[in-house]
């Protein structure tokens, strides 16, 4: 139950984050979800290969899960920031730039 609070405020994140790139937030938000659901049973399969003992296999899949989150993370921070510039000429009006 905590790993779906701690997911949801995750997204949340992840969401903003892209609204300040410009790029469409509910993708994101996607690839952060199924990012952590495939690390968190890959490093739990792993886990399981290593160690026998089911505490460890969770702590480690959720670790691994983390993961999930950070790589959407580092991608979207390697994006520019969308500039707020008006694309129409009718919106330039009146601004000396």
Not at 13 to 25: D, E, M, Q, R, S
Not at 31 to 43: A, N
Request: glycine fraction near 10%; aromatic fraction near 16%.
């Amino acid at each position: 139950m905590i790993e779906i609070i701690i997911l949801y405020f995750l997204t949340k994140n992840i969401g903003l984050l892209a609204t300040k790139k410009g790029v469409p937030p509910g993708r994101w938000k996607l690839y952060t979800v199924l990012g952590w659901i495939f690390f968190e049973l890959t490093g739990f399969i792993i886990s399981s290969m290593i160690v026998g003992n089911f505490i460890a296999n969770a702590f480690f899949g959720m670790v691994c899960a983390f993961a999930g989150y950070l790589l959407p993370k580092y991608l979207l921070d390697r994006l520019p920031d969308q500039i707020d510039t008006p694309t129409h000429w009718s919106d330039r009006l009146g601004n000396n730039s």
